[in-house]
């Protein structure tokens, strides 16, 4: 049971972590982007990531974790965002939108990864509904992406 506990835990934290990674991204993808849709979105998804955050958190510390062992935040910003601060100066809003993508596609994979393991039943929907949040996301920003390929 013990074990159980702890797996989940782990999971947990690579969830917030990831949502932080997030929450980040957008922020930076909104601050810097001149699209005024796409700011506001961007702005939108970041305030998202940052409840989803909240949301698990709460759930660790009802499985037993510290409620201010913040995880390595400063050192967190990776997993699909790390590139998104030199999409800025390379290719406007079109590498901005495929960094998003990018930083999506790595969440998704950590939410998969999450929902492969045996969760209690209230983690588990929760971990559902915000990884069909983020697929949503997901696929606005990937057609947002492909429109202004072609345009």
């Known amino acids: 049971m013990e074990d159980q506990r702890k797996e989940t835990l782990k999971v947990i934290e690579?969830?917030?972590?990831?949502?932080?990674d997030g929450n980040e991204g957008y922020k930076t993808a909104a601050d810097d982007i001149d699209n005024p849709a796409y700011k506001t979105l961007f702005y939108g998804?970041?305030?998202?990531?940052?409840?989803?955050?909240?949301?698990?958190?709460?759930?660790?510390?009802?499985?037993g974790r510290e409620p201010d062992s913040d995880e390595s935040f400063l050192g967190a910003i990776h997993?699909?965002?790390i590139n998104i601060k030199s999409a800025f100066t390379k290719g406007g809003s079109q590498a901005i939108l495929a960094e998003c993508e990018t930083g999506d596609k790595a969440a998704l994979e950590t939410y998969e990864k999450a929902?492969?393991?045996?969760?209690?039943?209230?983690v588990e929907s929760l971990v559902r509904a915000q990884h069909q949040a983020i697929l949503e996301a997901y696929n606005k920003v990937k057609s947002f992406k492909n429109l202004a390929a072609h345009s």
């Open 115 to 122: 929902l492969a393991h045996p969760l209690p039943s209230n």
């Open 14 to 20: 690579d969830l917030i972590e990831i949502n932080n």
């Open 79 to 81: 997993r699909g965002w």
């Open 45 to 63: 998804y970041a305030q998202q990531r940052a409840k989803f955050s909240d949301e698990l958190k709460k759930e660790a510390e009802l499985l």
